[in-house]
């Protein structure tokens, strides 16, 4: 069978929750949490021995953010202030689980949109923030209900999950290691984010994306060409999240709150904007593309604010929502999903020749860049 060792992507795939949160219901919840809380401790807030809860604000989370809404797996329990995290029954081991089942769903939907057979698939890979366990990886239980003969497994690299695995993918095709590599991202933030925190009880959505990384001599005549991926890492303490079996060991902390998600969200819009404002230019240098003639940037959508500057950096000017289109308004953070769902939504109406770029950053932190050009 021919091959030519050049990665293209072939088709993306999105499942997204039916269920949707605004910010007026959010808050709703949250403050009644925040009046139930002070009314509760009244007499120690008071005698000054615990802090009074502040209420959040639709107002604030639209301005700081850019988020209006955010899609879950399971809407009334995040809504409940005597609840306020995800919850449904626990599935027997024999069931699909349910990271796995929205993975798939994600990974069908590309499959379908390549006309592609699972069985012509040879890997898998799991490229997630939010597993839902450590072993069996995910990515080979996705592997199983899709029926794929050949290799998963899962790789965490926070927010930037998604454009590590593309970049994995890519080299196993540039490798000639397989001809046709499934990158799927469920992430069902819902359960690692702290409802009950004002600072970023706004932030994040469930969702789960796929994409199709292939050896261009197996790809569909409607494809991207891969034209160079690039990874960087720079360790940072300003978003973490401290969950692991290691919590045994010290079980007074076991349900503290750093346990979930947690950000210094000033340090991180100020030092990683500039970061990967430079990642993208020196990238674009090294391919020989002129970054002001991208046609389209598909930026990681955690934060309106950050995409603008990123995307004016890059573009020298002020970038419209056609150059760079926002999915975080309805979908909140996806984590590494993010960048790729407005891939995803907004990559067709691109003519041949288009070059555009996928970019993700976030924890660690970490940042990836993948450069595309629409083929035909
Ligand atoms: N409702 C109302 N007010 C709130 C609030 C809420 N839910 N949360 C915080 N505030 C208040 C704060 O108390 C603070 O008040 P003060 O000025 O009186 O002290 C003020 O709003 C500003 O808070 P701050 O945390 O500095 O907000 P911000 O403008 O930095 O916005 C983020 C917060 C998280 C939206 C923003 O920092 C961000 O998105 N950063 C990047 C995050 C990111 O990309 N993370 C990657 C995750 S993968």
Redesign the pocket.
Same mark, same amino acid.
Do not use: K, L
């Given at each position: 069978m021919q091959t030519t060792h050049r990665p293209v992507i072939s088709a993306t795939g999105l499942f997204t929750p039916p269920e949707s949160i605004s910010n007026a219901e959010l808050v709703a919840s949250f403050n009644t949490y925040v009046e139930q809380h002070n009314t509760a401790h009244a007499e120690a807030i008071a005698a000054g021995e615990v802090a009074a809860l502040?209420?959040?604000?639709t107002e604030?989370?639209e301005k700081? #953010?850019g988020i209006k809404a955010r899609h879950v797996m399971a809407k009334a329990p995040v809504l409940d202030p005597e609840v306020m995290a995800p919850r449904w029954d626990e599935r027997p081991d024999e069931d699909l689980s349910v990271l796995a089942e929205i993975g798939v769903a994600a990974a069908r939907d590309a499959l379908g949109r390549a006309g592609r057979d699972a069985a012509d698939v040879d890997a898998v890979l799991c490229a997630a923030s939010n597993m839902q366990r450590p072993y069996p990886a995910m990515a080979i239980e996705i592997q199983q209900a899709l029926g794929i003969d050949g290799f998963g497994f899962d790789m965490n690299v926070?927010?930037s999950s998604a454009t590590f695995g593309i970049q994995t993918a890519a080299d196993y095709i540039r490798a000639g290691n397989a001809r046709s590599v499934l990158v799927v991202s469920p992430e069902i933030t819902s359960g690692h984010l702290n409802w009950r925190d004002?600072? #970023?009880?706004?932030?994040f959505g469930d969702v789960a994306t796929a994409v199709l990384v292939e050896d261009a001599a197996l790809a569909p005549a409607a494809h991207w060409d891969i034209l160079g991926t690039r990874l960087k890492t720079v360790f940072s303490n300003n978003?973490r999240n401290n969950f692991g079996f290691l919590n045994r060991a010290h079980p007074d902390s076991a349900d503290a709150p750093d346990k979930l998600f947690v950000?210094e969200?000033?340090k991180?819009?100020k030092e990683?904007v500039p970061m990967v404002a430079q990642m993208i230019v020196d990238e674009a240098d090294r391919l020989e593309i002129d970054p002001q003639g991208l046609r389209r940037l598909w930026l990681h959508q955690?934060?309106a604010g950050?995409n603008r500057l990123i995307a004016q950096r890059v573009l020298g000017h002020e970038a419209n929502e056609d150059e760079s289109p926002t999915v975080l308004d309805t979908y909140g953070?996806t #984590?590494s999903a993010g960048s790729i769902i407005a891939f995803h939504l907004h990559s067709g109406d691109l003519a041949p020749g288009d070059t555009g770029l996928i970019c993700s950053f976030?924890?660690g932190y970490s940042a990836g860049t993948v450069f595309v050009r629409k083929a035909g």
């Open positions: 502040e209420p959040s604000s604030f989370i700081a #953010s926070a927010c004002r600072d #970023s009880h706004f932030i978003i950000q969200g000033r991180v819009f990683v955690a934060n950050m953070n #984590s976030g924890a």
